[in-house]
């Protein structure tokens, strides 16, 4: 069965869960890959750290709200997804680290238990960036799964990327591949999946509110 719009919920621990930048590379990607996007996210405290979600609507209709409840939630600990669990609809899907199994509350239908952190050990990221990069590792599983097109993600990581070490590009890059790879094994019993026929890929701009509001004072002539 097809799916015309999924609404994806990432959460993770501050900074080290790399939930902002992956939402930004699968936001960017699938409005470049013809859907279209609206996103809500909550920022993390730098110096405390707590919870950092990010929340994607891709559809292939107009959107005009971030939608009221979540399709997927993709989990980097246990704490936040126990947190986040209650925005999630019972027939949703959940992803989270294989380790945090049997310490997952409430699970909903259907959930994927993923080795996030070993998929990125294997793609020879350095050490320090393991962690964060389990984020690059979880928009492959997610491509996969619902049918997101793989090569704009791809894009995306390497703009983002692109002027770091190499090993840390190429590092990625390996992450994204072994995390698509490892999903396709999985026996999918979900019933979200994009049909990606009749979308039109094209350079969007991907702007933020208080960036619309910026430009926006600029173009009415406002001086600042």
């Known amino acids: 069965m097809s799916s015309n719009e ?15 930048s992956a939402g930004k590379i699968l936001t960017t990607a699938a409005a470049r890959s013809g859907f279209n996007v609206i996103t809500f996210r909550e920022y993390p405290s730098r110096i405390w750290g707590g919870l950092n979600a990010f929340q994607v609507r891709i559809s ?36 989270f680290e294989t380790k945090d199994s049997e310490k997952i509350e409430n699970r909903p239908k259907y959930s994927y238990p993923v080795p996030l952190e070993e998929i990125v050990k294997a793609s020879g990221i350095p050490r320090e960036f393991i962690q964060k990069s389990r984020n690059i590792a979880s928009l492959g599983v997610l491509s996969s799964l619902f049918n997101i097109p793989y090569d704009p993600i791809k894009e ?47 350079e969007r701009i991907v702007i933020t509110g208080n960036e619309m509001i910026g430009l926006a004072s600029i173009l009415a002539g406002l001086d600042f």
């Open 60 to 95: 292939k209709n107009q959107v005009y709200s971030i939608g009221d409840q979540l399709d997927v939630l993709v989990a980097f600990d246990k704490d936040n997804y126990n947190l986040y669990r209650r925005y999630l609809r019972e027939d949703g899907v959940a992803i």
């Open 6 to 20: 999924i609404v994806i919920g990432l959460v993770g621990e501050g900074n080290e869960s790399g939930v902002g």
């Open 156 to 202: 995306e990581i390497v703009k983002n990327f692109g002027k770091k070490d190499k090993q840390i590009l190429d590092g990625n890059l390996t992450a994204l591949k072994n995390g698509f790879d490892y999903a396709t094994k999985l026996k999918k019993e979900d019933e979200f999946k994009f049909n990606t026929e009749n979308l039109n890929p094209t």
